[in-house]
């Protein structure tokens, strides 16, 4: 049985909350162990983690972080960076060591600009939105298996930023991803307002009665920190959905189905860019990735397959 296998199987599902065409379940989890890090916004705010382009020059497909803090900072798949040369998403959930300086492997997602508007990047109030961040897990899985680089195919990203801008009628000059949120926020806001912080550790997320994914942390802390960037990254696709119906998965998967599919997934762990392992998940229902540190799962982002 995997690391994550064994935590999954431990997990119990509680009452959803529900707004509009979106139902979020909380997720419980018994952990012994008190949190030893901090998330990318908290280290920000104490001016202890600086995150800047490589070069002057630049390099898309990755950027440095520096964190001069007495603690780790995690940041999380999908979690944008807005600013310096142009606005990026991580490709996979770190650990950024104290005191310590790390590239970290990301996808642009604002194609049409190369300048600088800040010399540093600052935490986005998201994260891409479940489409991206599905698509990007995939990608870099394969990546991975092949050539274990944490490549999430840049030209694919662009493209899922353009479906979206174009499927929610909306307009960016530099085709940034940041765009369609800003311009999608009254909406947003309503489901940012429905939805509060449950007492939990992580979430499953329905949209339109079907699973989208789920997210674990260790810690109750954590999720919170991180809630509204997570289920405004959720929301985005929901408002989507309420627009421009779809047809239904092919594969229904109540939530506690998509957990125990998840139990049954292929584990495939590789070396973290930062600290600790990132194990991938792969199944016919349920893809993901998960990151470990001290044998102690941090997060764990898990998708439907099938949608």
């Known amino acids: 049985m995997g690391k994550l ?6 997990l119990k599902l509680g009452e959803p909350q529900t707004f509009a065409n979106m139902r979020v379940y909380p997720l419980h989890v018994a952990n012994g162990h008190k949190r030893g890090y901090q998330t990318l916004t908290e280290g920000l705010k104490t001016g202890e983690v600086q995150i800047t382009e490589v070069s002057e020059g630049g390099s898309v497909p990755d950027l440095k972080v520096k964190n001069t803090g007495g603690l780790p900072v995690l940041v999380i798949v999908g979690e944008e960076l807005i600013g310096s040369k142009q606005n990026r998403i991580l490709n ?5 060591p104290a005191n310590t300086e790390v590239l970290i492997p ?5 194609q049409g600009r190369w300048h600088y508007t800040s010399r540093a990047f600052d935490s986005s109030d998201s994260t891409a939105h479940f489409a991206m961040r599905k698509m990007a897990s995939e990608n870099v899985t394969k990546s991975l298996r092949e050539r274990e680089e944490y490549d999430a195919k ?8 353009e479906r979206k801008i174009s ?18 926020e009254d909406e947003l806001k309503q489901y940012l307002e429905a939805f509060k912080v449950p007492e939990a550790e992580g979430v499953v ?38 627009h421009n119906p779809r ?6 998967l109540t939530p506690q189905a998509f957990l125990e599919a998840a139990e049954k997934a292929t584990e495939e762990p590789y070396e973290s860019v930062g600290v600790g392992s990132d194990v991938r998940l792969t199944a016919n229902e349920v893809t993901g ?6 044998d102690r799962l941090i997060h764990a982002s898990l998708f439907n397959a099938k949608v």
């Open 247 to 252: 047809t239904a998965a092919t594969a229904h």
């Open 5 to 10: 296998t064994e935590i999954l199987k431990g």
């Open 289 to 294: 990735s998960s990151l470990f540190w001290e």
């Open 92 to 96: 996979t959930s770190v650990i950024i």
């Open 167 to 184: 499927s929610h009628q909306t307009s960016s000059r530099t085709r940034a991803l940041r765009d369609v949120y800003e311009q999608t």
């Open 154 to 161: 840049q030209g694919q990203v662009w493209a899922e930023v």
């Open 205 to 242: 997320v329905e949209i339109d009665g079907v699973v989208m994914g789920a997210e674990l942390f260790d810690h109750h802390e954590t999720l919170r920190d991180l809630w509204g960037k997570l289920i405004k990254g959720y929301a985005l696709d929901a408002v989507e959905r309420k």
């Open 106 to 110: 990301v996808s642009c997602v604002e």
